[in-house]
Every structure is written in C-alpha cells, then in structure tokens.
C-alpha cells in the first residue's frame, strides 16, 4: 500500500514537472503572433489627456487622474457610413501615408473621425456625433482648422473645404485629373522620404497650403491581377532610378476659396520638396528642398502672399544628407535644427535670420528624434549611452548639462504631449518584454499602462539572444547569437544568418525580440547570426557613407568578417552556413551566395532589389547616384551581373503584385540564372504588398524553414 502510494505520488510530480517545461517555438505559434503594442497615445491639445483605441472603443485617459473614459465605439460610428462600391479599381497609396486617426480640435472640446470614407465630428463632453458628409465618394486626408470651424478634405484629386456648422462645402481646386493631384501624395514620396501628407491649414485657419504633383512623367507599371477569371490591369506610378520623378509645386489658397498663389520654387522636376510648414505667423512657409540626388538640402521661407523665397540654411555632403524630422520653430521665431555636419546628428538653435546661436549637444553619438519642446528645454531620445539603446534626455534651449530621464538599459520609444508636461514610454530590452508606462516630463512615473507580459517567457522555451562585439579591420561590430534548443558544447551545428545590410536600417539593437521566426530556427536545431554591417543606423554619417556609389561590396566584406567571428566560437560548422533576407535583405543574400560561394552553403532571397535600375529614383539616386554618371557603379551592384557565379542553394520569394521591389526584379534574376543553367528553387505569392501576411504568412515559414532543413542539415 505504501508503495503504491509512493508511486502515485511520484507519478503526480512527474506529471507536474512535464507540465510545467515550457513549450518549444513553433512555426504555427510564429505565424499567428503579432509582435506590435497597441494604444499608441493621441493628445489632446492641452497635454494632459489622450485617446488610445482599444478594439474599436474610442478610450479618453486623464494623465493627472487615471480615469478611463470610453467616449465611443468606431463600430457605431462607421456603420453609418454611406455603402461604397466594391468594385473600385485597386489603388497603390503608399502605406506611410498618414492614417486617419481621430482629429482633435485645438480646444480639445471636439474630434473629427474618419471613416468608413465618410466624416464624423465627436464632442468630448457629450459623446455625441454628428455626420457631416454622406457621399458615395471617399473624402480622405481631412483635417478640422485650427479655428474648429472648417474641415478640409480631399475628394478625388482635389481639396475641398466644409463649414462645421453648416455643413456647406466648396471646392477648393479644379484642376485635378488622372495625372494632377491637389494635396495628394505619389508613391515614391511616402516611402522614400517619409512625407505623410501633402495639405496643411495656415495657424490662423485663414489659408491652406498644399502640393501638386503632376505625375504625367513618371512610368507606369503595369502590375495584372490574375485572381478573377479575367485578369484586370492594375497600373501603378514608379519612377525608376534615371526616369523622371513627379513635377511637384508647392501653392496656397484662401481657405474661403479663389486662385491659387504658387511658390517661387523654381522647376522642381530634378528637386524634391521633402518637407513643408507653417511658420507661427501664418505668412510664411518653411520648406526643405533637395537636389535630385540629395547631396544638397536647403531649409527656405516661402512668402504665403507673394510665393517670394528665402534661404535659411543649407546643409551638403559628399555622400548624401540624411533627412530628418527635427526642425522646430519657437514661438520667437528662432529655430532648432539637426545637422550631421560633425559626422553625427546633433541639435543647433538659430535665429529667426538663419544665424547659428549655438550648439546644443555634441559627442560621438546621434539625436534619432526631437521628441518635445517646452519653454526652457528640449526632449530628445538618442544614442547617448549607446548604438544599441535608445534614451530620453533634455537640455536646456540656453544651453547647458544634457539630463538623462529614462533609466533603464534597453530601447525607450516616446510619446509626449504638446506641453512636455507628460510623456507615455514603451521600453523593451533583450530579456525584457514591452511595456508602456506614464510619466511626468521631469520622468517620474506615473502608472503602467500596458504591463510587460512574461506569459511567454514561461510557456515557450525561448533561447537567449546573446549580444557580441568583435573587431575586423580596424572597426567594431555588433551582431546578436541565438544558440539552438538543448545546445551541447564541442558539437557542431547548422548556422543562418540573418541579413538586411541596407544604408541606415539597424538590426541589432537591445529590445525584445520574443516569438519570432528565429526563436522556431533555434528550436529546429540552427544557430541564429546577425550584425550590422557598415551603413548601418545608429553609428553616426560616417558610418553610412561607405555604400556610396556601390551597394554589395562593403557589406558583404564586413558580413563576411562576421561570419568568421561566428565560425571562430567552435560550434559552427563552416560548410552549412546559410543566409537569409528580405528586400535589401534579399539583394544581399543574392549578392552574398554569387560573390562569396566558400562561405554559403545556401540562401532564402526575399523579394530581393535584383538590378537598382529597376528601384526608384529617390532611394536608389541618393546611395547610387544616377545611373548615367555611375555605370559601373550600377553595373557591379547588380545581382544579375553575378548570376552565373552562384554555387551554393537557393530559393527565391516574391510577390507577384509587389508595390515596393516590383516582381520584375524576380523575373530579370531568373532569367540570368537560367541562361548561366543555374538550377534554384521559387515561391511566390498573390498579395499586393511588399511583405507576405496574413494566412500566406506560416506557409511561407514552413516553406523558408523547410529549404533550409533541407539545404544545410546531412
């Protein structure tokens, strides 16, 4: 009887202890997680209160009592809407172009919501809602005025203006057409310079500036969609890098209505207009404009009343010059502006006359974002500590000693309010999971808004992601190694490594990375490697500009030096290294596998660029240059030149209907790879977007996961 008793207890912990190991990471558990936070904050005005949409309720929060107010649920609100015909032709709006998030009005006692196409005005107080319009026609891109009594919008391809309280409109332009587009964006501006609108109302609610793009001159690209039975032709404006961009003017109009007034900016057909605002006074604009290759910046003024034009500043660089979202203008009229003129980007305060007064932080580290600006300070989050974190400091606009004000090691992202009276913080590192927190603007913090799950770490058997540093050839790397389930010393495994490699994108980083494709990788039995390579973010100018002129060569020289690093730890086995990417990604893993074939075994290339010729002007001309002054350049960094030195394994991925790297770049690789009788393997999908999601998602991790397994393990 003892002995049975023992034995059933014995058996009791055994099945607890079995209980209780964390499960392994799945492809299934990989496609189905979504690593984004939710409820990023939308403040109001006053900077004391916010909006975050929780499902589809509408939820007010109050920072000094941390009451939660539901104020309504967009369900509601969008069934309304009018009924749109299901039958529109597809349209290829960029995805950077700005969402339309719920509006407030400047005394934070109203929001305009957007959508269902149609739009709707919300008072705070009350929670009532009132439809203004009731059109089969979308208006899209509205905006209330400062004032609250107008909205704009844009109907088609022109802007048009409502009273609030009348609900009359008129029609602010006339000339839009198939190839002219008031206050609306192209393709390549969004995605290439991160613009994500192209209207905006005067301070005074007097005036409205707006862009035109005429893009008559950029190519057409005929994309087909072969789900129906009959394929439908779907084209989609892409300048290529050496063909035209858009003709973009820059115009005002009084918001009552009448002729346009437009800037003297000159002809703007190999210049770009990356970034337009309002000065205080509502008379003039500031606008930065690029050469077409964009080794040359302007910040000018714009009269609104007689379009006359002044230069502020201007910024140059052999290489090219980085944009950024860092000019703010002070009540006095002086400004703060970035610069990487030191080799990294740091803050300077000038007058109202385009006179430096001084330098406000310097060091070998860079300002990513300006995050607020109050009367004495300003709020910034930066490389300080290292290329790795991301921290909110302040200094003082005088100038003086810069002030940490998060604490904790890792990656702090930033909300603050209008006022820098408060800020929300959502913080990760590599053993941390996110969460998001409220804080006073002196830091101290208020309430956790969003509690770090740990979920995760106790049900999956998730591996360590181990930072490294190593030196090759004078310089220092950063790369991250996850080490299989169950790893044994002494034993010899399967490496890939995963590659973007591009011009200021950073891969390495201390934040949480959680259950990811990589996590499923080291499951399987695979070591996991990356590093940045030179050009990589974070780093400061310099670090980038060696891929001037030629993509390819650098940064496969310093992946390269990265995979002997790896090698030189004892438990890689040199002959079943493999690599994989996506979009630069896949341009490099192509590269590498044809360039490098002693050092890959094998390669995943993800909608990978195949010849730059085919990318777009403002990306590829402000690395490359145009192609007819660097041939050669464009010539050896293209994959299609090497084609027929690939050796190892390889599968490629696209799709079919991509926006960003048109599938024509998987059809002129094929081509080569077949005319040099190279044998490969293609998947490819039917979705209208640069990455694969949704459902597609897990088949396409099994079948990357599956090439490997079947490439690199005996």
């Given at each position: ?39 990023v904050p939308n403040w109001a005005p006053s900077g004391d209160r916010f909006l975050a949409v929780d499902q589809k309720a509408l939820m007010l929060y109050d920072c000094a009592t941390g009451q939660r107010t539901e104020l309504a649920n967009l369900n509601d609100i969008e069934g309304k809407a009018t009924e749109r015909p ?556 090497h084609a027929a030195k690939l050796q190892g394994k390889l599968m490629i991925v696209h799709n079919f209907q991509d926006d960003n790297v048109l599938f024509q770049n998987a059809q002129h690789m094929i081509d080569a790879l077949q005319k040099a009788n190279k044998q490969f393997e293609l998947m490819f999908y039917q979705q ?27």
């Amino acid at each position: 009887m003892i002995a049975q008793t023992l034995s059933l207890l014995l058996t009791s912990l055994l099945a607890v202890e079995l209980f209780a190991q964390p499960k392994p990471v799945t492809l299934e558990v990989v496609a189905r997680t979504n690593p984004n936070m939710d409820g990023v904050p939308n403040w109001a005005p006053s900077g004391d209160r916010f909006l975050a949409v929780d499902q589809k309720a509408l939820m007010l929060y109050d920072c000094a009592t941390g009451q939660r107010t539901e104020l309504a649920n967009l369900n509601d609100i969008e069934g309304k809407a009018t009924e749109r015909p299901s039958n529109k032709p597809f349209g290829w709006q960029n995805r950077r172009v700005a969402g339309s998030r719920p509006e407030w009005s400047n005394d934070g006692q109203r929001l305009l919501v957007s959508t269902g196409g149609d739009l709707f005005v919300l008072a705070v107080v009350s929670k009532e809602w009132t439809q203004l319009t009731a059109t089969v026609d979308t208006e899209e891109d509205a905006h209330l005025s400062p004032d609250g009594r107008m909205v704009g919008f844009r109907r088609g391809n022109d802007l048009y203006v409502m009273d609030v309280s009348t609900r009359r409109e008129h029609r602010l332009t006339t000339s839009g057409s198939e190839t002219v587009w008031n206050g609306k964006l192209d393709w390549v501006y969004p995605e290439e310079l991160d613009l994500g609108r192209a209207w905006w109302w005067s301070p005074d609610s007097k005036s409205i500036a707006y862009l035109q793009f005429d893009v008559g001159t950029e190519m057409i690209h005929p994309h087909v969609d072969s789900q129906p039975i009959q394929a439908v032709l779907e084209p989609q404006r892409f300048p290529k890098a050496g063909t035209p961009n858009a003709s973009v003017k820059l115009g005002v109009v009084a918001a009552r209505g009448g002729k346009s007034r437009w800037m003297g900016l000159g002809p703007t057909i190999d210049t770009l207009l990356a970034r337009v605002a309002w000065l205080p006074s509502s008379q003039q604009l500031a606008v930065q404009r690029f050469s077409r290759v964009q080794d040359r910046l302007e910040l000018l003024t714009a009269d609104g009343a007689n379009g006359r034009v002044k230069t502020l500043l201007e910024e140059k660089d052999p290489a090219w010059v980085n944009l950024h979202d860092l000019l703010r203008f002070l009540p006095d009229g002086r400004f703060l502006w970035a610069s990487e003129r030191s080799g990294f980007r740091h803050l300077y305060l000038y007058s109202a006359q385009g006179q430096m007064e001084r330098q406000l932080t310097s060091g070998d580290w860079e300002v990513n974002v300006v995050d607020g600006v109050d009367a004495q300070n300003i709020y910034f989050t930066a490389t300080k500590e290292s290329p790795l974190e991301r921290h909110l400091y302040r200094v003082p606009l005088a100038g003086g000693e810069i002030v940490r004000l998060t604490k904790t090691a890792g990656t702090n992202s930033v909300s603050m309010s209008p006022t820098a009276a408060y800020y929300t913080n959502s913080h990760s590192s590599l053993t941390s999971p996110p969460q998001r927190t409220l804080h006073r603007g002196s830091g101290e913090q208020l309430a956790v808004l969003t509690p770090a799950s740990t979920s995760v770490m106790t049900e999956y058997a998730l591996q360590p992601v181990e930072p490294v540093q190593f030196e090759a050839d004078g310089n220092k790397f950063y790369g991250q190694i996850i080490k299989p389930v169950g790893f044994v010393a002494g034993k010899k495994y399967p490496a890939i490594v995963m590659v973007y490699g591009g011009p200021h994108a950073q891969t390495v980083r201390d934040n949480w990375a959680g259950l990811n494709w990589e996590q499923a990788l080291a499951a399987r039995g695979f070591v996991v490697w990356r590093m940045d390579n030179r050009g990589a973010g974070g780093r400061g100018h310099a670090w980038e500009a060696p891929l001037h002129r030629q993509f390819g060569k650098t940064e496969l020289a310093d992946q390269l030096a990265g995979v002997k690093y790896l090698v030189s730890q004892g438990y890689v086995d040199e002959k079943r290294v493999g690599i994989y990417g996506w979009s630069y990604g896949g341009y490099m893993t192509l590269f590498s596998l044809f360039n490098a074939p002693e050092t890959f075994a094998a390669g995943v290339s993800g909608a990978p660029v195949t010849d730059w010729r085919h990318y777009d002007t403002i990306y590829t001309e402000r690395y490359m240059g145009l192609p007819s002054r660097n041939e050669d350049g464009y010539k050896q960094s293209s994959a299609v030149t090497h084609a027929a030195k690939l050796q190892g394994k390889l599968m490629i991925v696209h799709n079919f209907q991509d926006d960003n790297v048109l599938f024509q770049n998987a059809q002129h690789m094929i081509d080569a790879l077949q005319k040099a009788n190279k044998q490969f393997e293609l998947m490819f999908y039917q979705q209208k977007s640069h990455g694969v999601a949704g459902a597609a998602r897990r088949h396409l991790l099994e079948t990357t996961t599956g090439f490997f397994e079947r490439s690199l393990k005996p």
